[in-house]
Nanobody
């Protein structure tokens, strides 16, 4: 079955770094736009990063730009999120998600949660001050 499995979360001090991974199975990975989202305590889930099918285009909100980097390895069916200079406000459960874009351009991407139909179970990231 279609499955996304995140890993790499944990506890880190402010200013530190973490690299999240998301392994996909049961789908044609290169046909999917991939995204990372997060949900902090008492907050709505929010967009963190997205990457096109080819990996050639990425997009971030202001809170992540310059600190987070999304990448993908289509040969390994895996998407990554490198997070640097972490802040306590980055504490959240981080989810990867997949959007079927087989009929879209190879450089399309999406920040819209509703367009992602496949979700992982999430991985906890806690940043201490």
């Amino acid at each position: 079955q279609v499955q996304l499995v995140e890993s790499g979360g944990g506890l880190v001090q402010a200013g530190g770094s973490l690299r999240l991974s998301c392994a996909a199975s049961g789908l044609t990975f290169s046909s999917y736009v991939m995204g990372w989202f997060r949900q902090g305590p008492g907050k709505d889930r929010e967009f963190v990063a997205t990457i096109s099918r080819s990996g050639g285009k990425t997009y971030y909100p202001g809170s992540a730009k310059g600190r987070f980097t999304i990448s993908r390895n289509n040969a390994k069916n895996t998407v990554y999120l490198q997070m640097n200079n972490l802040k306590p406000e980055d504490t959240a459960v981080y989810y990867c998600a997949a959007k079927n874009a087989a009929w879209s351009g190879r450089e399309d991407y999406s920040a819209e949660q509703s367009e992602y139909k496949v979700w992982g179970q999430g991985t906890q990231v806690t940043v201490s001050s």
